[in-house]
């Protein structure tokens, strides 16, 4: 977007690079999706959103797992994209630790964590029904193990789909617009790519789909 602020240009694409992760690796581990929308203010608020698609056939506990470890995956990669380097940069690596940050919060992703958390428990239920209720020290040990595996299989897809994921978010800052607001000066940006311009995309269709375990 021409004419957008340095600073809220910077802004916008951390933003977008969140979106563009949850989007990007959502569709990468079969879910259908939809738009994606950005809004920023020159205040440094935003509001965004990755329409994914979470109805599908379940038949079995085996593939309930599979569906909710892809979930948490997903809502994970929002994060970790955000602190993605910028496009140009040779480097792809996720912060992990500005990551873990930004999804408790310090940036606005506590939804995310939130359904992270409780999806976390699910899980746990599913994969060890047998573990005693009473003993908290090998449930946390069991939500840490399940924690700590699926993390690390999302920074290695997060990574590996890097180049897709900021390209994205570089186009979603591209095309954002300013919004007139009648008797005061508009200070807001927004963007909506929708599912069908986002489904022509090269980058979109070149997406690889990776299973949740390597």
């Given at each position: ?6 600073a ?10 969140h979106e ?5 690796v959502?569709?990468a581990l ?10 920023v ?9 990755a ?5 599908r ?21 929002g ?11 040779p ?8 990551a873990a ?11 995310d964590h ?13 994969a ?17 193990e ?20 900021t ?12 919004v ?6 508009a ?13 022509r ?7 690889p ?6």
């Amino acid at each position: 977007m021409k004419g957008m602020p340095a600073a809220l240009r910077d802004y916008a694409l951390q933003i977008a690079n969140h979106e563009m992760g949850h989007y990007v690796v959502a569709r990468a581990l079969g879910f259908e999706t939809g738009d994606v929308t950005l809004k920023v203010t020159m205040g440094l608020t935003h509001h965004g959103g990755a329409s994914i698609t979470l109805t599908r056939s379940i038949s079995s506990l085996e593939a309930m797992k599979k569906h909710l470890e892809a979930r948490i995956m997903v809502l994970c990669a929002g994060a970790m994209a955000q602190t993605l380097p910028p496009k140009h940069s040779p480097e792809k690596r996720v912060d992990k630790s500005k990551a873990a940050a930004i999804l408790k919060g310090e940036f606005g992703a506590e939804q995310d964590h939130a359904k992270i958390r409780e999806l976390r428990y699910l899980l746990r239920n599913i994969a060890y029904p047998d573990t005693d209720p009473a003993s908290s020290d090998r449930i946390i040990a069991e939500l840490t193990e399940i924690n700590d595996r699926l993390w690390l299989r999302t920074q290695e897809i997060v990574e590996e789909l890097a180049e897709t994921i900021t390209g994205l978010a570089g186009l979603l800052v591209e095309r954002m617009v300013i919004v007139e607001q009648w008797g005061r000066p508009a200070d807001t940006y927004e963007v909506v790519l929708t599912g069908e311009v986002l489904e022509r995309l090269g980058p979109v269709q070149a997406i690889p789909a990776l299973s949740v375990w390597a």
